[in-house]
Structure formats: C-alpha cells, structure tokens
C-alpha cells in the first residue's frame, strides 16, 4: 500500500524478567526456611518502551511514509511519535496509517502540535480525532505560539494549557509542553519559562523533558525532574556536545557521544520522573536518517542491558 504523505513544513508496558523456574523457586524457599531466614523478594524490572520522535527521519517520512514506519519497526523501535503536520492529515488517511503501524506493531503514544490543537472549537475536535484515531493519549504543544513574552505571556499560556488540559480528559487525553533550550531562560529576570509552565499547569499536564536542550542551556535535568515527580511521562534521548556543525558536534552527536549524564537521569526519570517511554530523537547527524536511528538504539540496548 502505497500513501502520499501531506507537504512537511518542519519540523504499561511490563516485562517480567529473570523469571524463576518453580523447581528453583521451591528450592530457594525450603532452604530459606531450613535456615531460619526470610525468602528474598521476587524482583521484577519494568521494560520502558523505546519509540523514536519521527522527526529524526523527516526526510525519509516526507518520501514514504509506510516504508518509514515498517523500516523504524524493523530497527527495533516500538514507538513513534509523529510531530505536528500529522494535523493536516484527513481522517480516513490516519486511519490508513493506523493500520500500517498495527501491522507492523508499532504504537503511537503522543504527538506534537502547534496552538490550534489546544483551542476550544472545530481545530482541538479535529485534534482529539485525530488522535484517538492513532491511539495517541498525549497531545504534546511542539512550540509556543509566537508573541509569547515575558512571564505574563508565559503564565497566559499556560493558562490555555491547563485549560486545554481539562477539555482533553473526558475524551481520554491530556496534553503536555515540549522544552527547547530558551525556556530554561529567565523571564522579567526572576523565574524561567519551565518553571511557569510547571507551577502553572495541573499534574497530570505532561512535561515531556527533551534532555540534549536542557544539557544545551546548562540547566540541571536531575534536579528538574525531581522538582516535577512523576510529570515526565516520555523522555526526548537527544544528546549534545560542545562544538560546531563542521565539528559535528551539537545536536549531532548520536546518542551517547555527548556530555549527557544519562545513567543518572535514567535512573532519576524512573524513580521519581514517572517515565513511561522513551523516544529517540535526532536533529541529523554524520549518518543517514535509518542508519543513524540504528546507530542510537544500539547504544540504548547496550546502555539497558
């Protein structure tokens, strides 16, 4: 099957491991109470799913869509998150989608979106549709709107947000902010942008944490996760190095090349964050589109294992 993709402009899960065989089971606890000893917990650990922000392959998205989404899911990616031209999509051609990630088992948990999708009326209906369509449960604002300024600008949007927020949840959506680097900036010269976003916002407004930005603007990720417990549902793994575009440095640095402290984060995003997947995300980098999301999920199976 074969899909047009519309003009781009821009850009619980539970996996039981160490499964004990029962013989062994049976055996560890006789000789526990032989010993006079309590049996150890039974320890399961979670499986976070791994998902890629499709942006990191525009190029190839904008080409074909299906071949795309069957060559991410051949990679080994469970998750995609499409970003915010999806919008201009017609319902039956996301149905077409939905079909095609069905079939080759991906999920899509969230998507990216400019204003129109948090604005009461005809654009945040079509947005809800959309999205149940997809399956997506988080509409994530991708942006602010331009002219947002200063903490008066900042606080009236989240102000939009929370309402936003409130409309969602009867049809089974919540909504949520993607950071960049400016908005770890101060504003009026007394509190930054995620700050008012956060205090601003009810909890179950998602804080999606895009990592390499905050690394970017010298902000501390471990600090900022545990200030918003259990607000970062999904984690953008973008990674950063100090350096230039020739230099390959920047955001061009695959997933593990850079100054990212990853280990603590992780570990952070999952005791106190509240993450429940993650996705890859990449701006471009010295590989191809497919080579590069194959490069970085080696890296996170090794960085997992």
């Given at each position: 099957?074969?899909?047009a993709l519309?003009?781009l402009?821009?850009?619980?899960?539970?996996?039981?491991?160490?499964?004990?065989?029962?013989?062994?089971?049976?055996?560890?606890?006789?000789?526990?109470?032989?010993?006079?000893?309590?049996?150890?917990?039974?320890?399961?650990?979670?499986?976070?799913?791994?998902?890629?922000?499709?942006?990191?392959?525009?190029?190839e998205?904008?080409?074909?869509?299906?071949?795309?989404?069957?060559?991410?899911?051949?990679?080994?990616?469970?998750?995609?998150?499409?970003?915010?031209?999806?919008?201009?999509?017609?319902?039956?051609?996301?149905?077409?989608?939905?079909?095609?990630?069905?079939?080759?088992?991906?999920?899509?948990?969230?998507?990216?979106?400019?204003?129109?999708?948090?604005?009461?009326?005809?654009?945040?209906?079509r947005?809800?549709?959309?999205?149940?369509?997809?399956?997506?449960?988080?509409?994530?604002?991708?942006?602010?709107?331009?002219?947002?300024?200063?903490?008066?600008?900042?606080?009236?949007?989240?102000g939009?947000?929370?309402?936003?927020?409130?409309?969602l949840?009867?049809?089974?959506?919540?909504?949520?902010?993607?950071?960049?680097?400016?908005?770890?900036?101060?504003?009026?010269?007394?509190?930054?942008?995620?700050?008012?976003?956060?205090?601003?916002?009810?909890?179950?407004?998602?804080?999606?944490?895009?990592?390499g930005?905050?690394?970017?603007?010298?902000?501390?990720?471990?600090?900022?996760?545990?200030?918003?417990?259990?607000?970062?549902?999904?984690v953008?793994?973008?990674?950063?190095?100090?350096?230039?575009?020739?230099?390959?440095?920047?955001?061009r640095v695959?997933?593990?090349?850079?100054?990212?402290?990853?280990?603590?984060?992780?570990?952070?995003?999952?005791?106190?964050?509240?993450?429940?997947?993650?996705?890859?995300e990449?701006?471009?980098?010295?590989?191809?589109?497919?080579?590069?999301?194959?490069?970085?999920?080696?890296?996170?199976?090794?960085?997992?294992?």
């Amino acid at each position: 099957m074969s899909i047009a993709l519309p003009p781009l402009t821009r850009r619980n899960f539970l996996a039981t491991t160490a499964a004990i065989p029962a013989a062994f089971a049976l055996r560890s606890l006789t000789g526990a109470a032989a010993a006079g000893t309590a049996p150890a917990a039974i320890v399961t650990r979670k499986k976070y799913p791994i998902g890629i922000e499709l942006y990191a392959v525009r190029a190839e998205l904008t080409k074909d869509l299906p071949k795309t989404l069957q060559t991410v899911a051949k990679i080994g990616y469970e998750v995609v998150e499409f970003y915010a031209p999806y919008f201009a999509w017609t319902f039956p051609y996301a149905k077409q989608v939905r079909a095609i990630m069905d079939d080759v088992g991906l999920r899509c948990y969230s998507t990216h979106n400019h204003i129109q999708s948090f604005t009461a009326g005809e654009t945040m209906a079509r947005g809800i549709e959309l999205n149940q369509i997809l399956g997506a449960k988080t509409l994530v604002m991708a942006a602010a709107p331009r002219g947002t300024n200063g903490a008066e600008g900042w606080k009236k949007l989240a102000g939009d947000l929370a309402a936003a927020t409130e409309a969602l949840t009867p049809h089974g959506l919540t909504a949520g902010f993607h950071n960049h680097a400016s908005e770890w900036a101060k504003v009026d010269g007394d509190t930054r942008i995620m700050d008012i976003l956060a205090a601003n916002t009810p909890q179950e407004f998602v804080l999606q944490f895009d990592v390499g930005t905050c690394i970017e603007a010298g902000a501390d990720p471990i600090a900022w996760i545990k200030a918003n417990p259990g607000r970062i549902q999904s984690v953008h793994l973008k990674d950063w190095a100090p350096g230039t575009r020739p230099e390959e440095k920047g955001y061009r640095v695959l997933f593990g090349e850079g100054v990212t402290p990853w280990k603590e984060i992780l570990a952070t995003a999952e005791a106190v964050g509240g993450v429940e997947y993650y996705l890859m995300e990449q701006e471009g980098s010295r590989f191809s589109e497919f080579e590069t999301a194959e490069r970085c999920l080696a890296t996170w199976k090794k960085m997992r294992a």
